[in-house]
């Protein structure tokens, strides 16, 4: 789905600020009808759980309702009206004064609506929208609901991260001429010194089409006709990590010389891909060093916020690293644009977090039910689940710094059923984007003896905590099983492995000369250990450390307030971790750490390891 963009066929009005805000008031239905009778506002784009000072709206299980009043500018007579809402988390119901116009299930991909019929140039309309945040078996991410004795229906989900709602991304109102372009999609190669891009433009009707490719200057440097074809770039700039360069395809069509619809979209010219244990981009061996991140900041929650934005990227530059992946759930479309033009590369993840009642499980990683099965996570939930992946890949395939897809967080891949549930969503995901990779990111109780799944997939992301969860405080015991770990996962599959989250929680100011967990010496002696584990791997490509920040959670007693794994705290100071993660990473430019890396099997018995606990002890 394109991002809506002003082009010279197009304009663009952006609905965010303040709202009119409500619960949902089940003594009076259908609010939408009337202009909400409430004194609360909110803004947009944020989520609402943490504005109001207000426990009954941060516990609220349902729908809640934002309004305003919108005007259709006077001067787009003729033009198709649409709005677009980048996400509503978890469930949107729209509504043009009176009308439904448009529903959308999963909360971190947009949609839209064609409004023109409702509305008038130069008039004005009520906007409401509805906003559900109920997770259930039917939703990614899953969750339940249940009702306490009192009444009270409260969420429960599988995932330590807080479930924000809301519209924490922008809304917009705008136009497209009748007949316009509909999606375009670019898939780049390199030969030689020659930028190869393979295009394809759809439209809502077969109509002529003029694609033109323009460098960052806006010289233009080829040109095509025809609805698809291959474009060739002489002397080409690649996008490179570090180095980002992007072109522009203006696409357009004609009726006779005339342009009745122009669309621009950047994108970068490089490949991706895997052979044997490496990761290739441009044909050249990347060594991925960053985060795992969240869309998190204090009051606004998910609200998608460009300062932050900013800093944030700052701070991975500062640090030298290279990627992020964007667990657990896909990020707003302005974060994806950034890392383009920046040349920070992105492992982007679904919202499949937390397919795995293991967790329920405790000490022994056995769900009281089994993950996959009719009464659990079914055929519903794998349905939601190829549909979230057709969104965001529908959404962000021509991203060039997306490098990969990861399709699941932590999923029971160790379960039967684990294949049935996800080999299909592999193949659907390979056929809607065959350049590039697939990942997972496995959990302790999934190992390179009993997961089910790694087969299927081109790189294997593994996510441990020993010397967190399991052999806390001992980090020597905590080496030797992790190495004995990895290199059990290289050597059965062939495949690249990463690391895709290591991390020890953190209280800034708490300092100790033991190996004390929470102490700021013991974060940086867990990732020097675990640094040092990788540095001996052949064949391992990549570091994210779990978590860039710290961020808010569900209430639990294993958290004060929010996972404190970050390296920097919530509002982005820097631990002392930070300042050994910018040594360690500065001035690689993706290559991988020096070490004496060996693919020798000198492996500790990984078997009957007690990472069970893992799960148990959050
Ligand atoms: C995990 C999850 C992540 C948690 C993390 C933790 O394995 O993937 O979402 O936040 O552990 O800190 O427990």
Same mark, same amino acid.
């Given at each position: ?62 729908? /809640?309702?934002?309004?305003?009043? $919108? ?22 119901? $729209? ?20 409004? @023109? ?93 003029? /694609? ?36 522009? *395809? ?23 891909? $895997? ?149 299909? *969503? /592999? ?42 969860? $399991? ?88 958290? /004060? ?7 920097? @705290? ?27 890396? @060996? ?20």
């Amino acid at each position: 789905m394109l991002k809506p963009r002003s082009t010279l066929t197009r304009e663009l009005v952006n609905l965010d600020g303040l709202w009119r805000f409500a619960l949902e008031d089940t003594d009076v239905p259908e609010p939408w009808i009337r202009t909400l009778d409430s004194k609360l506002e909110a803004p947009v784009p944020s989520s609402y759980n943490d504005l109001f000072a207000d426990q009954k709206i941060r516990d609220h299980v349902g729908w /809640v309702w934002y309004q305003r009043t $919108v005007r259709v500018p006077r001067g787009w007579t003729g033009e198709r009206v649409f709005l677009r809402l980048d996400a509503a988390t978890h469930e949107g119901k $729209v509504y043009v004064d009176d009308v439904l116009v448009a529903q959308h299930v999963g909360g971190y991909t947009p949609f839209e609506a064609d409004i @023109t019929e409702h509305v008038a140039p130069g008039g004005e309309f009520r906007l409401t929208v509805g906003v559900n945040n109920e997770l259930t078996t039917a939703t990614i991410p899953p969750g339940g609901i249940t009702v306490s004795q009192d009444g009270r229906r409260q969420q429960t989900y599988l995932h330590d991260f807080y479930n924000y709602a809301g519209l924490a991304r922008s809304v917009w109102l705008y136009s497209k001429p009748d007949r316009h372009i509909t999606d375009i999609t670019i898939a780049t190669g390199i030969l030689g010194r020659t930028g190869v891009a393979d295009y394809s433009i759809a439209a809502s009707q077969e109509t002529r089409v003029r /694609v033109r490719v323009l460098d960052a200057t806006g010289r233009e440097v080829t040109s095509a006709e025809g609805s698809q074809g291959t474009l060739s770039i002489e002397d080409v700039s690649l996008w490179r990590p570090g180095a980002a360069y992007l072109y522009d *395809l203006v696409a357009e069509l004609l009726e006779g010389e005339d342009v009745i619809d122009s669309y621009t979209e950047h994108f970068g010219v490089r490949t991706v891909e $895997v052979r044997g244990t490496q990761f290739l981009i441009n044909g050249e061996p990347f060594y991925f060093t960053g985060f795992g991140k969240h869309e998190d900041t204090a009051v606004r929650g998910k609200g998608h916020d460009n300062a932050y934005l900013v800093h944030d990227f700052q701070l991975l530059e500062w640090l030298g690293a290279n990627s992020f992946r964007t667990s657990h759930y896909p990020y707003a479309e302005e974060v994806l644009e950034f890392a383009d033009r920046h040349g920070i590369v992105v492992v982007n993840e679904t919202a499949a977090v937390g397919l795995n009642l293991g967790v329920q499980g405790g000490l022994t990683g056995v769900g009281p039910k089994p993950t996959f099965s009719p009464e659990t996570f079914n055929h519903e939930t794998q349905a939601a689940h190829a549909q979230h992946l057709r969104e965001v890949i529908a959404r962000d395939k021509n991203h060039p710094s997306v490098v990969m897809w990861s399709i699941a967080n932590e999923p029971a891949s160790n379960e039967d059923g684990a294949r049935e549930f996800f080999e299909p *969503l /592999v193949q659907l995901a390979r056929k809607l984007d065959p350049t590039r990779p697939l990942t997972y990111a496995a959990v302790m109780f999934a190992t390179f003896q009993n997961d089910k799944i790694a087969d299927l997939f081109d790189v294997l992301s593994i996510n441990r905590y020993y010397g967190w969860y $399991v052999f806390t405080g001992d980090l020597a015991t905590a080496e030797q099983y992790l190495e004995g770990d990895l290199r059990g996962w290289v050597k059965t599959f062939g495949k690249p492995v990463m690391m895709s989250e290591y991390g020890a929680d953190t209280m800034p100011g708490q300092h100790s000369i033991w190996d004390l967990p929470w102490s700021e010496e013991y974060q940086q002696s867990f990732l020097d250990m675990n640094h040092r584990v990788f540095d001996r791997i052949e064949g391992f490509v990549g570091e994210h450390v779990w978590n860039f920040a710290d961020f808010q959670t569900s209430n639990g007693i294993h958290r /004060v307030d929010g996972n404190r794994k970050g390296v920097f @705290t919530r509002d982005r100071k820097p631990k002392a971790a930070a300042h050994a993660l910018r040594a360690r990473w500065t001035g690689l430019s993706g290559a991988k750490p020096s070490g004496n890396a @060996t693919t020798s099997d000198q492996t500790t018995e990984t078997e009957a390891r007690p990472e069970a606990a893992l799960e148990g002890a959050k």
